[in-house]
């Protein structure tokens, strides 16, 4: 008797997510994706919906992934001039993370970003060149291993609007771009592990 029950219960359910899916995305504010329509001012990093990538090819098979989290930082917009816009995004190195947790430990140690003597990363923009509506090519010094080194990354502007889940108001970014290592002083298994490294940071910034 129950599971005759159950099973009209379940199918009403199903029929009623959609439903309830229009529900919430009518509820959603809207998403910008004109970015001369952000608000100004000063956005800091959200944390948690930040995400700081890199891949180098390993041995020639494969580009092998990691990340490093609990960012840091700021962004200036001023939405009428995008060249006026500035940003810095800072992460611990000690965050560096892969599928690997003995990597891991290698990645932090003394042999390759040694994260007890150069416990941050930072990238400082210096000037924002907009390349298309939605795109720049943001120059800045990249600092990585007690090394400071000039870095273009090309910015994508992804969307803006107040984050219906903390009523925020909530601007994302994704930045990318190609540095090399041993301009740095990580040299390790150059060029088994390519020197070419592919650093792309996707931002959420919130409204200060």
């Not at 359910?13 to 899916?21: F, V």
């Not at 060149?129 to 992804?158: E, N, Q, R, S, W």
Request: contains cysteine; hydrophobic residues 45%; aromatic residues 6%.
């Amino acid at each position: 008797m129950t599971r005759h029950l159950v099973l009209p219960a379940l199918s009403a359910a199903a029929l009623l997510l959609p439903a309830c899916a229009q529900i919430l995305a009518a509820a959603a504010p809207p998403i910008l994706h004109d970015p001369s329509r952000v608000k100004p001012g000063t956005y800091a990093v959200d944390p948690a919906h930040t995400q700081v990538l890199f891949s180098a090819l390993h041995m020639g098979f494969t580009q092998y992934y990691g990340n490093f989290s609990a960012a840091s930082g700021s962004l200036s917009v001023v939405p009428k001039k995008p060249s006026a816009m500035s940003v810095n995004i800072s992460v611990p190195v000690a965050s560096v993370a892969t599928t690997s947790p003995k990597l891991d430990g290698e990645l932090k140690s003394a042999d390759w970003l040694d994260a007890a003597r150069y416990p941050t990363m930072v990238f400082r923009s210096q000037t924002v060149t907009p390349t298309g509506a939605t795109t720049a090519d943001v120059a800045g010094t990249l600092t990585l291993h007690g090394v400071a080194k000039m870095l273009t990354l090309h910015a994508t502007f992804v969307g803006a609007g107040v984050n219906m889940l903390d009523s925020k108001e909530t601007v994302g970014f994704q930045l990318s771009g190609t540095l090399k290592r041993s301009d740095f002083g990580v040299t390790k298994y150059v060029p088994l592990v390519s020197d070419d490294v592919t650093l792309t940071i996707s931002a959420a910034f919130e409204k200060a």
